[in-house]
Antibody
């Protein structure tokens, strides 16, 4: 059974940093491209970032470029999202998702909540 | 990258069919056959229902179907059931090698 378990969310002040983790199991992690997607209070999903299976290629949404960094450790079956210079508008539930082909995410975690507030 | 445009809400009675539209541009929906649809029940993670415009993952009901014309993709649910009541989100690959989602549509089964 595929499992994606996010952790690392919490309350952080504007301008602060946070590192999210997503531990994967139930599939060959090192063969899978991974994504972070967030969902704000308005319920709209927003794609944040992806990383290739070997970690060499990455891509970011314009709104987080330069502030967020995605990385992975295939030995630990874990993908990370390092977030810095956080803003109130980054407040959201952050989901880790596995790309399953055709630019689609077939597997999702349950999310970790990030709240940016003073 | 601007979000794809979806209606905020749609509704239908049990047994009826409904269609949810998802409008983008030639840089995303119109340029690639990489449109996906997700179903999300309250408090739950999104679930993939359609990928590559028309394909259903294993286990997804045949009542769900997808299509595309130009810059607009559509999700049709036939034979509406109470359990179909949920939020539906579309997404597309873009020419920036990124993804973009729609604003989401709340489906109410009357």
């Amino acid at each position: 059974e595929v499992q994606l378990v996010e952790s690392g969310g919490g309350l952080v002040q504007p301008g602060g940093s946070l590192r999210l983790s997503c531990e994967a199991s139930g599939f060959t992690f090192s063969n899978s491209w991974m994504h972070w997607v967030r969902q704000g209070p308005g319920k709209e999903l927003m794609w944040v970032s992806w990383i290739s299976s070997n970690g060499i290629d990455t891509s970011y949404a314009d709104s987080v470029k330069g502030r967020f960094t995605i990385s992975r450790d295939n030995a630990r079956n874990t993908v990370f999202l390092q977030m810095s210079s956080l803003r109130a508008e980054d407040t959201a539930l952050y989901y880790c998702a596995r790309a399953t082909g055709g630019a689609a995410a077939g597997d999702w975690g349950q999310g970790t909540l990030v709240t940016v507030s003073s | 990258q601007s979000a794809l445009t979806q209606p905020a809400s749609v509704s239908g009675s049990p047994g009826q069919s409904i269609t949810i539209s998802c409008t983008g541009t030639s840089s995303d929906v119109g340029g690639y056959n990489y449109v996906s649809w997700y179903q999300q029940h309250p408090g739950k993670a999104p679930k993939l229902m359609i990928y590559e415009v028309t394909n259903r993952p294993s286990g997804v009901s045949h009542r769900f179907s997808g299509s595309k014309s130009g810059n607009t993709a559509s999700l049709t649910i036939s034979g509406l059931q109470a359990e179909d009541e949920a939020d539906y989100h579309c997404s597309s690959h873009t020419n920036s090698n990124s993804w973009v989602f729609g604003g989401g549509t709340k489906l109410t089964v009357l």
